[in-house]
Structures are given as structure tokens and as C-alpha cells.
């Protein structure tokens, strides 16, 4: 019986590769030409018959995304179906530079429930009666409006990039939920160093960083000690071999005290070895990752409270808190945007950082010289 050594995947032809009639072990696909919107014809090696089988099957499938049934609006493939080659894109995206790993993580993190509740619908129907299903079943579910926002976001996201490799025909379009600003309270400088009182030296050091430079999670966490010059109590927020800033305006050099120099110095010499300033516990050859756990712990040990229960302040509370308390001082607005590396025309500032603490309304307090007779 003659072996097969050619066989097609529609159009698409797969044929063992031989040099002077003999076999070298590669398979070919031959991709016809104006297949994939190239008007040459394509040739690609692979590995094994089934590594080459399996391609065609993948260029076959991508290419009957595009060639859905426009009159039903049904494409044949789902959210789902479509959620892997978008991931792909995106990874790219990471790798080149042009997009941060956290933001992927938080991409996938909103996605990651809008799957599962939409993920088998054809993304030809999907519209915005599907996003208010969706809305108004998370809503049943207590869901804040600022997380379905922030998934339903993602959604949209997902689907024009359908819209613009031309797998649908329209982009999706539908209305946000009404999200009302949640009260943000810092604490006063006395509770903080309470809080601070009571965690481990290490995480204290990073919470004073934060609190008294305004560096945002990542840059703390991530920084090394070739950023940190204690000579002149400057610290310095650039690109790493593993740290990429935000945004242009987040290169930035911030000034810190001396008290904040000499925790730095007592902490490098108590510390393992590591580029990190704040390395991991379980491994110093990494950075840490996470602190919520410990500072939970100190504020309940503190005993700083708000209406009866431990004050909420997580480690982003600690950028809140330095521009805060930089307004409250009087410091120009153009300047605190410079220190926390945000864009003199960004919003944000305002909109989302700057908040009064209670004992600093204290004062303000108007009482009319009444009597009661």
C-alpha cells in the first residue's frame, strides 16, 4: 500500500517534504494565493504531518470567522471560540512593549465572569439586550456598578477587536451603569503611625515609602536598590529589565527624608542579598507581590477604627494619603501631579487621589453663639 504523502485541508494542501526524492521528515502547507487576504501564495514548514494538519485546520477555521452568514448576523463561532486568538494579540502586545503585563491580568480578570455567563453566544447577535441581561443579572447578584462597568467594559473590548479583524459587521455599543463615588477616607497622621506600629519592619519601610513619596504599588514593590540613591535621598522611577513605568510622565526622580534614608539603609543590611529592596520572604531573587494580609492585621491590632469597625486602608491608600496631605499643605496641584507622575492635564488627580480626612474638617466646624432659654 503506497503512503499518503499528500492530503488537503480544504483548500489548503499538506505534503511531506522531499529533497532528491527522498524524505526529510517535514510537512508542507501550500496556502493558496488570496486565501488569507495576501495575494501571494504561501508555503510553511512544520515539524511532524499532524503539526502541519493541525495549522491548516486553524487557518480553515479563522477563515470561516470571516465568512460568516451575514444575512442571520450568526458567524458559527462564540465568545469563546474567538477569546484565544484575541489572547494571542494581546500577549504579542506584552511582549513588544506596548502594553503592561497588569494590564492583561486585568483584562482577564474582567472577562473572566463575562465568559462564563456569555461565552457560548455567537458574537454576530451579541448586542446591547445581552449586556443588559448581563448588567441586570449582577446587579441580582449585589455586584457593585463599578465592577460590572469595568467587565462589561472588557467585553467591549473583545468585541471590537472582532470589529476590526472583521469577524462582525457593527461594534458593539451599550450603556454604562450610574456609578456613584465611593467615600475614600484617609487616616490622620496619627493613625498611620499606629498602623505602621505594628507591622514588620519590612513592610513598614515599604508603607512609609509609599505614604511619604506617593510611588505608585508596582513602582515600590518592584523597585531596586540601583534606583534608590541614598546620598542624596533621591529615589529614581524608570525602565527596568523588568519594570516598565506607566506612561511617559511616570519617569520621575522623588526626594525622601531622612528618617525614610535610614529605614532604606537599616533595611538593606538586614536583608538577604537581593537587586530588591523589597524582596520576597520565600524567595529573594523575586520581588514581593502582595502586603494586604499584613496590614489588615496591623490596623485591627491598632485599634484605628471608623463607625465601629478597623478602618479600611490598603497599600494604594498610602499614594492616597501623600497627596492628600500635600493639598492639605498648601503644595500646587501642578506640582503633586509631577511627584505622583501623572499628566499636568490628567484628572485623576482630583477626581480620584485627593481626599479630606475627617479631622481636618474638624476646625472648620461652624457653631452659631446660641443659647438655649
Known amino acids: 500500500m503506497t503512503k499518503k504523502t499528500t492530503e488537503y485541508i480544504k483548500e489548503i494542501s499538506v505534503r511531506e517534504e522531499r529533497v532528491n526524492g527522498k524524505a526529510t521528515g517535514r510537512w508542507v502547507l501550500n496556502i493558496p494565493p488570496n486565501y488569507d487576504g495576501n495575494h ?32 442571520k448576523g450568526m458567524t458559527g463561532f462564540t ?44 458574537i454576530g447577535i451579541v448586542d ?40 462582525i459587521d457593527r461594534p458593539l455599543k451599550f450603556r454604562s451603569l450610574r456609578e456613584f463615588k465611593v467615600k475614600t477616607e484617609v487616616p490622620t497622621l496619627d493613625e498611620m503611625v499606629k498602623i505602621l506600629d505594628e507591622l514588620p519592619f519590612k513592610i513598614r519601610v515599604l508603607m512609609r515609602l ?51 534614608k535610614q529605614d532604606l539603609i537599616k533595611l538593606r543590611t538586614e536583608l538577604e542579598e537581593s537587586d530588591w529592596v523589597f524582596p520576597s520572604d520565600k524567595n529573594p531573587t523575586k520581588h514581593i507581590d502582595n502586603c494586604r494580609k ?11 477604627e471608623r463607625f465601629g469597625k478597623p478602618m479600611k486602608f490598603t497599600p494604594k491608600y498610602g499614594r492616597k494619603a501623600f497627596s492628600s496631605y500635600q493639598w492639605i499643605n498648601g503644595t500646587p496641584l ?7 507622575g501623572h499628566s499636568p492635564s490628567s484628572r485623576v488627580t482630583l477626581d480620584h487621589y485627593i481626599h479630606m480626612p475627617d479631622e481636618a474638617m474638624k476646625d472648620r466646624v461652624i457653631e452659631m453663639p446660641l443659647t438655649i432659654g
Not at 449582577?138 to 479583524?165: G, H, S, Y
Request: proline share 2%; glycine share 4%.
Open 79 to 122: 465568545l469563546k471560540d474567538v477569546f484565544g486568538m484575541w489572547l494571542d494579540d494581546e500577549k504579542r502586545k506584552v511582549a513588544a512593549g506596548h502594553k503592561r503585563k497588569s494590564s492583561l491580568r486585568t483584562d482577564l480578570n474582567g472577562l473572566a465572569h463575562v465568559l462564563k455567563e456569555m461565552g457560548e453566544l455567537d
Open 334 to 340: 501642578e506640582l503633586i501631579k509631577k511627584m505622583m
Open 294 to 304: 499584613s496590614l489588615r492585621s496591623a490596623i485591627v491590632r491598632s485599634g484605628v
Open 128 to 167: 446591547e439586550t445581552h449586556v443588559m441581561d448581563y448588567q441586570a443579572a449582577r446587579r441580582k447578584e449585589q455586584i457593585k456598578p463599578v465592577t460590572i462597568n469595568t467587565e462589561t467594559r472588557k467585553l467591549k473590548a473583545l468585541m471590537n477587536w472582532c470589529f476590526d479583524k472583521r469577524l
Open 210 to 260: 509609599m505614604i511619604e513619596t506617593g510611588l505608585r504599588k508596582s513602582e515600590a514593590y518592584e523597585l531596586r536598590w540601583e534606583q534608590v540613591d541614598l546620598d542624596n535621598n533621591r529615589i529614581h522611577i524608570c525602565q527596568t529589565a523588568t519594570f516598565d513605568p506607566k506612561g511617559e510622565t511616570s519617569v520621575r526622580d522623588v526626594i525622601m527624608g531622612d528618617g525614610l
Open 40 to 71: 501571494k501564495r504561501k508555503r510553511k514548514q512544520y515539524p511532524s504531518k499532524t503539526a502541519a494538519k493541525n495549522a491548516a485546520k486553524e487557518l480553515v477555521k479563522r477563515k470561516q470567522l470571516v465568512e460568516h452568514n451575514t444575512a
